[in-house]
């Protein structure tokens, strides 16, 4: 299996993600060198995270509603191997830091901001760290992206923008290349998340996807 990378790096550690960008409050507590009674599960019972929960639960959704895209949590607890733990969405991931520590907090929304600005030097980070066989999937991953980018930047400029309709035409390029829709192929490989991670390099590019 290939080993994934997350681009979040708090204090010089890697903080977990799962498939929707949540992060893993548990790497935080940890590297926050906390005590027992500040764990993540400890804290997503205050009446305070519970209201910040439940308000940012319902703009996520509209906005997923609005895109066409499944509605997911943005608070959980996951269970397996090497995914233990509570993962929260960014700015619930922010507020508890401030709840470890304001200093954390500050650094926390800093990554973050880093994060979503696009940063590279978030992901070479960690990666400097990372086993070879790691950086070697994390360069095929940054060229299937890239080829991703090309793909999406011509289908908008033939008139293609809702999210929708850059599904039809990716399951059309999976058609025609495996004479199966992504759902097909996901259920057949087994995969829950990301397809393209599932494929072989050559796919990869193949697809676009």
Known sequence: MEENISNVVLRGHAVREDENGNWNLNDIWALAKASVTRLPKHWAQSSTSKRLTAELQKKVTNSYLKENKPNFPVLYAKRGRGNDGTYAHPILAAAYAGYLSPKLEIETREVWLRFRAGDPTLADEILQKASPEANEWAAKRAIGRAVRNLYTGELDKRGVQEPIHFAACTNETYKGLFD????????????????RDSMAERDRLHCSV
Do not use: F, S, W
């Open 180 to 195: 199966k829709t992504a759902a097909q192929l996901k259920t057949e490989r087994k995969v829950a998340g990301n397809l």
